[in-house]
């Protein structure tokens, strides 16, 4: 059995949760996901406070889908009650990122400035003492996590100087330039 198939979800307060056919809604404070399965392979039940998801059979798909379905289960409920969030970092001389409207305006060394559309339901804050810094957040943590790659791939950080887009959290180990030539 799925070590993490069989833990249960507890349903925090404030958190409303509708099992359908074949669909879970989720809604809190933050707003409302919803998330469809495949009802041949698994089961979701609401039980007072609690989520449990049930496999039908012991298939390898089922199986599979046991442990993926609970965890986006609680990835929805801690969604919509605390929501998700990514640090970035622009490291470089010269690199800005700056928020015009719903847009991200990057100077990354570029012969012209990058503008990267933000997607709705994910809200971006800078850093109060470095403009180079700033959070993406969300309630969806797969959209979350998907924009901050997007906007990491715009110009990965590089081995030689560490200059570019990075996590805040991301270790980047630097590479040894070109020696001087011994005579």
Same mark, same amino acid.
């Given at each position: 059995m799925s070590r993490i198939g069989k833990k249960v979800i507890v349903i925090p307060e404030g958190v409303e949760v509708n099992v359908?056919?074949?669909?879970?809604?989720? #809604?809190? %404070?933050?707003?409302?996901?919803?998330q469809t399965f495949e009802s041949q392979y698994v089961s979701i039940k609401q039980e007072g406070t609690e989520l449990v998801v049930e496999r039908a059979n012991d298939t390898k798909v089922a199986r599979?889908?046991?442990? +993926?379905?609970?965890? +986006?289960?609680?990835?929805?409920?801690?969604?919509?009650?605390?929501?998700?969030? %990514?640090?970035?970092?622009?490291?470089?001389?010269?690199?800005r990122v700056a928020? #015009?409207?719903?847009?991200?305006?990057?100077?990354?060394?570029?012969?012209?400035?990058?503008t990267f559309n933000l997607p709705e339901g994910i809200k971006v804050t800078?850093?109060? #003492?470095?403009?180079n810094i700033f959070t993406l957040s969300g309630m969806n943590k797969q959209l979350v996590g998907q924009v901050a790659a997007n906007i990491r791939e715009l110009r990965k950080p590089e081995p030689y100087k560490g200059k570019g887009i990075?996590?805040?959290?991301?270790?980047?180990?630097? #590479?040894?330039? %070109?020696?001087?030539?011994?005579?």
């Open positions: 359908g056919d074949g669909v879970v809604t989720v #809604k809190g %404070k933050q707003g409302e996901l919803s599979s889908r046991h442990g +993926l379905y609970r965890s +986006l289960l609680a990835n929805m409920i801690q969604g919509v009650t605390d929501g998700f969030a %990514k640090s970035l970092e622009v490291r470089g001389v010269g690199y928020q #015009k409207g719903q847009d991200l305006e990057f100077n990354l060394g570029y012969s012209h400035p990058v800078f850093d109060e #003492k470095n403009n990075r996590y805040t959290d991301e270790h980047i180990v630097l #590479k040894a330039g %070109k020696s001087a030539a011994s005579a």
